[in-house]
């Protein structure tokens, strides 16, 4: 039997392995020996097919971090699944859906059509070919072919484990949810006449952004607020360099929109001493990336109104704070020296180079945002939703290893489990919560049930010797 009639057998369309592939061609005269069977396939497959993890990539070729590689296969052993890596090639005029196991084995179907339905039938029948539980981790384009699949209960995507991609606005038919709370629609107008105020009393506005849930609906109101005009002033990110790859992928999305100007600081004392939680402890790191950055960041561009996303529910010293909150020439904040607020009548006037703070969210409740999220089908970092995800318990709190550099402690294991986060800020000191919520409908429900803060798992709120208060008297939004 020559080569090319071997590999015409291995891409009709039908499911194989090298071994069921010698097996169906051993009745023929001329039928090959297992051995060149195996040689043949290896060459033709050779060498784009891969079958070690540390070759797994994204779609944009970033390589699974190293430091869950061994500790993902101790998971799957523990767990009885096998790990399969899920990749498309094209050869010969057909699309190739392979599964290859870290031993070497592949499993294989040619697809004519390139078309995902197509793809994802081969991959549906490829997993039920191949029993027993299964863990698939995609390798370059496959991701997406893989989390819309609809997949056995057997089989499990590990999509998740890989480092995110850029961050995708959900399709045009994702359209809002159909629910109307009245209690919503009263937040949402006094949050647009703050918003109003504040930028007619200012000179020089903007609008501090973390990313996080409070900042999307805080930007969602204030979009409103100016409509159809663009936000008239820009979004200051403060970066840590300690943020979760999502969040940056979700940032590199907000400053490719037209309709938002959106302005990056780092502090620079924070690069020449390259600071991190794990050397300089989180007090410190926080007080020069976050407070000593704000403060800075501040007086370079002497914004006078400040927009905060921080709700009085959060935290005791937030529930002090005044929707306009007064600050200091040096950015100080006293809450025993604080203007009333009666009847929705603000104090704006600035005087001897003080500045203005305004908190349009105050009065909102972490299960309010959640609600008008979902009414408002507003726009989110894909951590607030639950997923598979690499974590170490440290300290009461479920740390995600979201890169290489997070330095495991002796004998610290690496957990895998379905996790989200209900704050985000630096991922060393943002612990996540178990959860099976993959909608913000399920977090909706969740949190009508829960009564933990969601600053619980906020390791800065907790340094002994720096409470939020201080660190707010010190400059810290």
Same mark, same amino acid.
């Given at each position: ?68 590689? @061994? ?32 031993? !070497? ?27 027993? !539980? ?21 089989? @499990? ?86 943020? #979760? @790859? ?6 590199? /999305? ?52 400040? #927009? ?45 180079? @003080?500045?203005?703070?305004? #908190? ?23 951590? /607030? ?5 690499? /974590?170490?318990?440290?300290? !009461? ?34 612990? !996540? ?42 400059? /810290?939004?």
């Amino acid at each position: 039997m020559t080569v090319s009639n071997l590999i015409s057998s291995a891409l009709d369309g039908s499911l194989w392995s090298a071994k069921s592939l010698h097996e169906s061609l051993a009745g023929r005269q001329d039928a090959p020996s297992e051995r060149t069977v195996l040689r043949t396939i290896s060459d033709f497959f050779a060498p784009e097919v891969i079958t070690d993890l540390d070759e797994v990539t994204n779609s944009e070729g970033h390589a699974l971090n190293p430091l869950i590689t @061994q500790p993902l296969k101790n998971w799957a052993s523990s767990k009885r699944k096998s790990l399969e890596i899920l990749q498309v090639i094209e050869r010969d005029g057909c699309n190739l859906v392979i599964l290859a196991n870290l031993a !070497g084995r592949l499993m294989w179907t040619a697809v004519k059509d390139a078309d995902e339905t197509s793809l994802q039938a081969a991959l549906v029948r490829l997993v039920i070919a191949r029993g027993g !539980g299964v863990g698939i981790l995609p390798h370059g384009d496959t991701a997406q072919m893989l989390e819309t699949a609809d997949l056995p209960e057997s089989a @499990q995507s590990l999509a998740s484990l890989l480092p995110p991609v850029a961050y995708r606005p959900p399709r045009p038919d994702w359209t809002p949810a159909q629910t109307s709370h009245r209690h919503l629609d009263e937040l949402e107008r006094e949050s647009i006449e703050i918003i109003r105020e504040a930028y007619a009393a200012a000179s020089n506005p903007a609008m501090l952004f973390s990313m996080g849930k409070d900042s999307m609906v805080m930007l969602s109101l204030a979009l409103k607020a100016f409509a159809p005009e663009p936000l008239p002033f820009p979004l200051a990110v403060i970066d840590t360099r300690w943020k #979760f @790859q999502d969040m940056y992928r979700f940032r590199e /999305y907000l400053q490719s929109r037209a309709d938002l100007s959106v302005m990056v600081y780092i502090n620079p004392e924070a690069i020449e001493r390259d600071m991190n939680p794990f050397d300089f402890g989180s007090a410190l790191h926080t007080d020069i990336t976050k407070t000593q950055a704000l403060r800075k960041v501040l007086d370079q561009h002497d914004f006078d109104f400040v #927009f905060g996303g921080a709700r009085r529910d959060e935290e005791k010293s937030r529930a002090k704070e005044r929707v306009f909150s007064i600050r200091s020439a040096s950015h100080g904040w006293d809450p025993k020296n604080q203007r009333p607020e009666l009847w929705n009548l603000y104090n704006t006037t600035l005087v001897d180079g @003080q500045k203005m703070r305004v #908190f349009p969210l105050s009065n909102w409740t972490e299960l309010d945002i959640w609600r008008y999220i979902e009414r408002e089908s507003i726009e989110l970092v894909p951590l /607030y939703l639950s997923k598979l995800r690499p /974590y170490v318990e440290r300290n !009461g709190s479920l740390i995600m290893i979201d890169d290489e550099r997070f330095p495991l402690e002796p004998d610290e294991k690496v957990h895998f489990d379905f996790i989200r986060f209900r704050t985000l800020g630096c991922y060393p000191l943002t612990g !996540g919560v178990k959860s099976r919520a993959t909608s913000v409908s399920d977090i909706v429900t969740e949190i009508e049930a829960t009564h933990v803060s969601e600053r619980s798992s906020r390791v800065i709120d907790f340094d002994a010797g720096a409470s939020m208060e201080q660190k707010k008297k010190d400059g /810290y939004f």
